[in-house]
Nanobody, 127 residues
Framework: QIHPVESGGGSVQSGGSLRLSCSGSGIFFSSECLGWFHQAPGKSRKEVAGIELATGSTWYTDSVKGRFTISQDNAKNTLYLQMNGLKPEDTAMYFC????????????????????WGQGTQVTVSS
């Protein structure tokens, strides 16, 4: 059973930082990749960043490159998303999801490859 649980969301001003965490049963033991996705009000869910657990390979969407960092702590079985330089357009519900089939970052992070999802954590950035 893979059950991601997100935490760390909140409200910050533009330019601020937040660190999201994702933990939960099975997410490291049973997963090939973990990813972060977000969904803004009235919009579809979009890919943000992903990591292949065995290799540490990462993928980022262009809009967060240089601002967000995805990382894993194997000792704590926790996935992180460090978000710096936050902008109002980053406001969204952020979800952690797990993929169990290899090649899960090829050619990019794709939602349909991630069948296990958390409930999300809200990030609000004010201008």
């Amino acid at each position: 059973q893979i059950h991601p649980v997100e935490s760390g969301g909140g409200s910050v001003q533009s330019g601020g930082s937040l660190r999201l965490s994702c933990s939960g049963s099975g997410i490291f033991f049973s997963s090939e990749c973990l990813g972060w996705f977000h969904q803004a009000p009235g919009k579809s869910r979009k890919e943000v960043a992903g990591i292949e657990l065995a290799t540490g390979s990462t993928w980022y969407t262009d809009s967060v490159k240089g601002r967000f960092t995805i990382s894993q702590d194997n000792a704590k079985n926790t996935l992180y998303l460090q978000m710096n330089g936050l902008k109002p357009e980053d406001t969204a519900m952020y979800f952690c999801a797990a993929a169990i089939v290899g090649g899960c970052l090829q050619p990019r992070l794709l939602q349909y490859r991630y069948p296990y999802w958390g409930q999300g954590t809200q990030v609000t950035v004010s201008s």
